[in-house]
């Protein structure tokens, strides 16, 4: 009995120890001490307070048991803050039941921050559980993707601003462009600022002199407080168009002629409108360079005339051949011309070539091909509508030997049947090696195409195509494969159309309208003659109301 007695009192109290032992090893380490982030409070534009309590401590506790240090953790990409994150610690003694605060400002507001409560006890850190601060609820900024529309080189885009805060922004509006990351707001010709605004709800903006056929990255914006909002980006996208590119200032002329060389184009400005007589004629002799250039801008240049040159006109007819400018025939008072000329933009020099042997006329088309320049149809009257006249005759010209030589009519197909008439403003061009003719005005506008064999010297009738106003003085420009038409010298069409010309003469035409030449109905510009360069389409024309000649640039729309 005694030896079962003792041995009890020495497991009791072994047992005693290691509970007492526990006890003590549990108290050291403050396992029940614990950190609470009671409250987030926003105190301003990017500011915030928030309350900590500290529970567990339920005495006065010995020096070497209290805590170490207690406070607040926050980071804006760990969703688990710790002290090796950003820390803001508690200068204060440590109380049971006592609430702590911590303020922070210069927060951004576009940022959320992941926040916990702490308390260091020794080794030991005990953390809250984590709570999220976020100013985006009460400034939120959004495009509206449906409200994008695009004409031209221009885009309308809107966006709704919400400002749940009686704050002011310090500015707000858009940035845009081809680069999908954010360029910032330094750039003026990527940023459309709208200004300073307390309100909240829906703005716009025209974003001017885009390119064509690019792809955007479109960004909404507010300023507060010097940080940037934004919103989410939309991409959208131009197409090709038409653009006023450039002015000829106190230059109105009639019927002005010209052709493109590489990257720039001679313009010759034809004669005066009310009238073209002699004098007039001596006076309009000027040959203008355009440049269409890059960032810096198009240069127009008036060049010095050279002492033998050819008259001023209207109703001229020209070609590009071999590196040269050919021109001439067209009316000077009530006079026909037969001169020929070629002009060499290399050296801005003259030749008189041989004179046109055929009936004399104005309005013909001209254009070449294979080393030889084509001139036909027109008008042989004098009266500015051509009443009667029309001319249906071809002329082919060999510069190298000095000769013309007749090669027969152009067919005339109006009202379902061939007619033996023939036409004026008649338009010729070439693609891919192939010569074309037709369209024009014989007392009705026509709408009927043909192709040109050198080889044979006959035609053969490819279709009729719905040109709005054929017969007006209609102006064509070969790019690649296709051709593009339309517009009119006296402003009565401002349609625009592409013609797609197929490998063989069996297979079909693509014909689809383009944009229209987004005309000033008050102050509007006549197509007078086009040209190419750069894939771009260049349209010379008179603007009487500016007393201005005006250059268009037509882009097309990438494939």
Avoid at 90 to 106: F, H, R
Avoid at 267 to 293: H, Q, R, Y
Avoid at 486 to 512: H, K, M, Q, R, V
Wanted: hydrophobic letters at 40%; a negative charge.
């Amino acid at each position: 009995m005694v030896n079962c007695f003792l041995i009890n009192r020495v497991a009791l109290i072994w047992i005693l120890g290691q509970l007492l032992f526990s006890c003590e090893q549990e108290f050291a380490e403050l396992d029940f001490v614990n950190a609470e982030l009671l409250a987030i409070e926003k105190t301003g534009i990017n500011a915030a307070r928030f309350q900590i309590g500290i529970t567990g401590i339920d005495g006065v506790l010995a020096p070497e048991n209290l805590p170490t240090e207690f406070g607040l953790v926050w980071s804006t990409d760990n969703l688990e803050p710790t002290l090796a994150d950003n820390k803001e610690t508690i200068n204060m003694p440590l109380a049971n039941g006592v609430d702590y605060s911590v303020d922070l400002t210069d927060l951004l507001i576009t940022a959320s921050y992941y926040c916990r409560a702490f308390v260091k006890v020794g080794s030991r850190e005990v953390y809250s559980e984590t709570r999220t601060l976020s100013f985006g609820e009460d400034f939120q900024i959004k495009l509206l993707p449906d409200r994008v529309a695009i004409t031209n080189d221009q885009a309308e885009v809107s966006a709704v601003l919400i400002i749940n805060r009686e704050d002011t922004l310090e500015d707000h509006g858009f940035v845009f462009c081809p680069s999908e990351t954010f360029p910032g707001l330094t750039d003026p010709d990527k940023v459309k600022s709208k200004g300073q605004t307390d309100r909240d709800g829906e703005f716009s903006a025209t974003l001017d002199s885009l390119d064509f056929n690019t792809d955007y990255h479109l960004w909404a914006y507010a300023v507060l407080n010097g940080e940037v909002i934004i919103s989410e980006p939309i991409i959208f996208s131009t197409i090709g168009g038409w653009r006023k590119f450039a002015i000829i200032d106190n230059q109105e002329f009639k019927d002005p002629v010209g052709e493109s060389f590489g990257a720039e184009a001679i313009i010759l400005m034809g004669c005066g409108l009310t009238a073209c007589s002699f004098v007039e004629a001596a006076d309009f002799k000027t040959i203008w360079t355009f440049n269409p250039g890059t960032d810096q801008g198009a240069t127009i240049l008036p060049s010095s005339v050279p002492m033998m040159a050819p008259l001023a006109r209207v109703g001229s007819v020209s070609f590009k051949l071999n590196g040269k400018f050919y021109f001439g025939l067209g009316q000077i008072e009530d006079q026909m011309q037969a001169d020929f000329w070629s002009y060499d933009p290399g050296n801005g020099m003259w030749m008189r070539e041989q004179p046109f042997p055929g009936i004399l006329r104005k309005d013909a088309f001209g254009v070449s091909l294979d080393g030889k320049g084509y001139i036909g149809t027109g008008c042989r009257d004098l009266t500015r509508e051509c009443i009667d006249g029309w001319l249906d005759d071809v002329w082919s010209y060999d510069p190298i030997a000095g000769a013309w030589d007749s090669i027969g009519v152009l067919p005339l197909y109006a009202n379902n049947q061939s007619i033996n008439r023939g036409r004026t403003n008649a338009v010729a061009f070439v693609v891919n090696d192939r010569l074309f003719a037709g369209f024009g005005y014989t007392g009705l506008d026509l709408n009927d195409l043909w192709e040109f064999d050198p080889n044979q010297e006959n035609w053969a009738r490819r279709g009729s195509f719905d040109v709005q106003d054929s017969g007006q003085g209609i102006v064509t420009v070969p790019i690649g494969s296709s051709v593009f038409l339309g517009l009119s010298e006296d402003l009565s069409s401002d349609a625009w159309y592409e013609l797609s010309i197929p490998a063989t003469a069996n297979d079909s035409f693509g014909f689809e309208q383009r944009q229209s030449l987004p005309n000033d109905p008050v102050f509007p510009t006549a197509a007078d003659f086009v040209f190419e360069i750069n894939g771009r389409v260049y349209m010379v024309g008179t603007n009487n109301a500016y007393n201005s000649t005006d250059i268009w640039e037509y882009v097309p729309a990438a494939q």
